[in-house]
């Protein structure tokens, strides 16, 4: 049976669901919190959680992908909540990747997919995917760091929005995203991922592997979901996880986008 956890305060939606899905709980479950005291985002990063000022919740999802597709849940779920805030809020919604929504050149939501052991039995075999959006927020609830990276839907439209309603919306585009991908494979989502895709012809820097600086022209996400990039000799690289931002050096300016 499907069921949708509601938790005044937790240390992180993430964990709980985790939890639930070993025990399993079955695709579709859901872990809500008014609060968080240790929501996380990638690469070891808080996630800031005011009470009652956004959506914080985690979906479990046992989708039948074959090993090599679990990562390309995390872009499935963005474009999921792109989706759903542009009905919601009537407004164009940008992708970064491969976890983050924006609005309006700011951060409005951000995306942890957490999986179980891959070696496990395929019936076994599940992904958190750990949604937090900032919904009513003001620009005060935020550190004075982010005030100028971060917004929420109510700080871009003026509205305040029903927390609920716009999990509820999530959570079924989400489902419905991952059984467009179970029947008819990744490349309808990765299409319309691209035409929300936020850096794509952006020159961008990162750290690769060895510790060196990169630059590279922004290509989008291949059909494995790994970014690619071209640097100025021409020569193409993959970027399979880590910080990217724009190059300065390159003339791109005023996104705040790691």
């Not at 069921?3 to 070993?22: G, P």
């Not at 079955?26 to 000022?53: D, H, N």
Request: charged share 25%; net charge neutral; glycine share 10%.
């Amino acid at each position: 049976m499907v069921r949708i956890h509601y938790l005044q305060e937790t240390s992180s939606t993430n964990k709980v669901a985790y939890d639930l899905a070993l025990n399993g709980e079955p695709s579709g479950t859901a872990v809500i919190a008014v609060s968080q005291g240790e929501g996380r985002g990638r690469l070891g990063k808080v996630w800031q959680s005011p009470p009652g000022k956004g959506l914080y919740c985690s979906i479990i999802v046992r989708p039948h992908l074959a090993l090599e597709d679990y990562p390309k849940i995390t872009l499935t779920a963005g474009l999921a909540v792109a989706i759903a805030l542009e009905e919601i809020t009537g407004l164009e919604m940008r992708l970064k990747w491969p976890n983050d929504v924006y609005a309006d050149g700011k951060k409005c939501c951000g995306i942890l997919t957490e999986s179980s052991s891959l070696t496990e039995e395929r019936e076994k075999r599940f992904a958190i995917v750990g949604i937090g959006i900032n919904v009513n927020t003001e620009n005060r609830d935020f550190p004075l760091d982010l005030q100028s990276k971060a917004t929420s839907l109510r700080l871009l439209t003026g509205t305040e929005y029903d927390i609920q309603e716009i999990f509820h919306r999530v959570r079924m585009h989400l489902l419905e995203k991952l059984r467009l991908f179970e029947s008819f494979g990744f490349g309808a989502i990765l299409k319309d991922w691209r035409k929300r895709d936020m850096l794509s012809g952006k020159w961008l820097q990162w750290v690769s592997t060895s510790g060196e600086i990169i630059y590279g022209q922004s290509e989008g996400p291949d059909d494995a979901g790994r970014l690619m990039a071209k640097d100025q000799e021409g020569n193409m690289h993959q970027i399979l996880s880590g910080d990217i931002s724009l190059a300065e050096k390159f003339g791109s300016k005023g996104c705040s986008c790691s």
